[in-house]
T-cell receptor, first 113, second 114 residues
Framework: DAGITQSPRHKVTETGTPVTLRCHQTENHRYMYWYRQDPGHGLRLIHYSYGVKDTDKGEVSDGYSVSRSKTEDFLLTLESATSSQTSVYFC????????????FGPGTRLLVL | DQQVKQNSPSLSVQEGRISILNCDYTNSMFDYFLWYKKYPAEGPTFLISISSIKDKNEDGRFTVFLNKSAKHLSLHIVPSQPGDSAVYFCAASASGGSNYKLTFGKGTLLTVNP
């Protein structure tokens, strides 16, 4: 299994509160991704990173920001959480892009009340 | 606009029989396809992939077939085992342009009955 951890694994927060989720990898892979999984939607890309300090938006990036100051860490921040951001969040990594497999972390379950 | 479609939300099969999970895509630029398996409360696990230059890839009990003209791929599991019960996601990517992105289907819940 790829060495990917996510923290916290579960979080309950209130609307309007800032939340930061952390993804940590030990594989030294260049590319890191944040997805959310919701019923009826599969997995949707929020943001991705193609190197330290290099990030870009995915298809559902509104309300989220990311940062990558080290190869091994990719942070996802909800500046002001809303109930629509209640979801399961998955981090993924890959060595390169294109015909390259992405490997996923165990997920963070976030509930915004 | 859903570019990767898994039209069957669920599938139930008997242990020992074949499971066939289907996936259709609309984007002709997709050239790499993957299947992931997901158990509850866990992250998706990579299962098998296929490049568009092939029409079949096999790994043990798992075989993926790709029909480019029909824009259709399928995952065959033979023989099915109760431990195969999970949600299966089909995903696709295009190696040109914004080639970072995997586009996922909504998933199919496979239940293998003992």
């Amino acid at each position: 299994d790829a060495g990917i951890t996510q923290s916290p694994r579960h979080k309950v927060t209130e609307t309007g509160t800032p939340v930061t989720l952390r993804c940590h990898q030990t594989e030294n892979h260049r590319y890191m991704y944040w997805y959310r999984q919701d019923p009826g939607h599969g997995l949707r890309l929020i943001h991705y990173s193609y190197g330290v300090k290099d990030t870009d938006k995915g298809e559902v990036s509104d309300g989220y920001s990311v940062s990558r100051s080290k190869t091994e860490d990719f942070l996802l921040t909800l500046e002001s959480a809303t109930s629509s951001q209640t979801s399961v969040y998955f981090c993924a990594i890959s060595e390169s892009v294109g015909k390259e497999t992405q490997y996923f972390g165990p997920g963070t379950r976030l509930l915004v009340l | 606009d859903q570019q990767v479609k898994q039209n069957s939300p669920s599938l139930s099969v008997q242990e020992g029989r074949i499971s066939i999970l289907n996936c259709d895509y609309t984007n002709s630029m997709f050239d790499y396809f993957l299947w992931y398996k997901k158990y509850p409360a866990e992250g998706p696990t990579f299962l098998i992939s296929i490049s568009s230059i092939k029409d079949k890839n096999e790994d043990g009990r798992f075989t993926v077939f790709l029909n480019k003209s029909a824009k259709h791929l399928s995952l065959h599991i033979v023989p099915s085992q109760p431990g195969d019960s999970a949600v299966y996601f089909c995903a696709a990517s295009a190696s040109g342009g914004s080639n970072y992105k995997l586009t996922f289907g909504k998933g199919t819940l496979l239940t293998v009955n003992p």
